[in-house]
C-alpha cells in the first residue's frame, strides 16, 4: 500500500485522483478541462495510474477502482492539515489514517475493546446500574433512566457491543474489520471508564457538578465518534468523508441526543 500511494501522490496524479474521488467516473475530454492540462500529459499520468491499479477506463470513461478510492481517501487526509477546519479536528484524521496502517492496530484495538468490556462489566454492578442500549449510556446520571437488575444490564450492555460490530461489519460489506471497527467506535469505548471515574469522584468529594460533567462528555463522546468513524469508514469502503460523516452524525449522535433530550419516564 505504500508503495501505491507515493506512486500516486506525486505531480498530477494527485490530481487526477482527488478530481475523480470528489466528481466521479468523468469523460477524457471533462477531466482534461477540470485538470487544465494536455492529452498527452493526461494520457500519461493515466496509464501510470492504471499499472498501479487505482483508475480504470472503459472506452472514453475514467473513473477510480476500489483500491483507487482508498488512497484517495488517504491522500485526502493530507487536506486537514492545511487547512484544520472544525470537522477535520474533531475527525483526528491523519492520526486515524496512521493508526489503521500501523502495525499496532491490532493491540490498540484489543486494549479498547477489552476496557469496554471491563467497564461495562463494572458498570453493571453499581446502584443504579450502567447499562449500554444501542449507543446509549444508561443509568442514574443520564436524563434517560431505567432501572435494570446488574444480570440484565451486562446482558444488555454486551449484546449491543456485539450488536454494534456485528452491524458495521454487515452493512459495510465485511469490508470493516473488528479491529478497525473498535478505532472508529473509539470514543464510545472510553467513556464509560471515565464516567465510573467521575461518579466515584463526585460521591467521595461530594463534588455533584462532576455528574453534570460527565453528561457533557457524553454528547462529545458521541459526537467525536461520528467524525473517527466516518474517518475509518471512508477510508476502508472508500466514500468521501463528507458523505460518511453525514451517515455518522446521524446513527452516532443525532438519534442518541434525541433519546437523551426526550427522556423516557
Excluded: C
Excluded at 50 to 73: D, P
Excluded at 157 to 173: D, M, P
Amino acid at each position: 500500500m505504500e508503495r501505491v500511494i507515493y506512486g500516486a501522490s506525486v505531480g498530477r496524479r494527485r490530481d487526477i485522483i482527488l478530481v475523480l474521488h470528489r466528481e466521479g467516473p468523468m469523460t477524457l475530454a471533462k477531466l482534461r478541462a477540470a485538470l487544465g492540462t494536455s492529452a498527452s500529459t493526461l494520457l500519461f499520468e493515466l496509464s501510470a495510474l492504471e499499472r498501479l491499479g487505482i483508475v480504470k477506463r472503459e472506452e472514453s470513461l475514467v473513473s477510480l477502482t476500489e483500491l483507487g478510492e482508498k488512497v484517495a481517501s488517504i491522500i485526502a487526509t493530507a487536506e486537514p492539515l492545511k487547512s484544520l477546519n472544525f470537522l477535520s479536528v474533531i475527525g483526528l484524521r491523519p492520526l486515524v489514517v496512521w493508526l489503521l496502517m500501523s502495525p499496532l492496530l491490532p493491540a490498540a484495538a484489543l486494549v479498547l475493546l477489552a476496557g469496554w468490556v471491563f467497564s461495562l462489566v463494572v458498570g453493571s454492578l453499581q446502584n443504579p446500574s450502567l447499562s449500554m442500549i444501542y449507543v446509549l449510556y444508561v443509568g442514574y446520571y443520564l436524563p434517560l433512566s431505567i432501572n435494570l437488575p446488574p444480570q440484565i444490564s451486562l446482558a444488555v450492555s454486551l449484546l449491543s457491543l456485539s450488536g454494534i460490530i456485528l452491524a458495521i461489519y454487515l452493512i459495510t460489506n465485511k469490508k470493516m474489520s473488528l479491529y478497525k471497527t473498535a478505532v472508529g467506535v473509539s470514543p464510545l469505548s472510553i467513556y464509560p471508564a471515565t464516567h465510573l471515574t467521575l461518579v466515584q469522584l463526585a460521591r467521595s468529594l461530594d463534588y455533584v457538578y462532576l455528574i453534570t460533567l460527565s453528561q457533557i462528555l457524553l454528547f462529545v463522546a458521541l459526537l467525536f465518534t461520528a467524525a473517527i468513524f466516518a474517518t475509518v469508514y471512508s477510508l476502508e469502503v472508500g466514500t468521501t468523508y463528507e458523505a460518511a460523516l453525514a451517515r455518522s452524525l446521524l446513527a452516532f449522535f443525532v438519534i442518541p441526543a434525541l433519546f437523551y433530550l426526550a427522556p423516557l419516564r
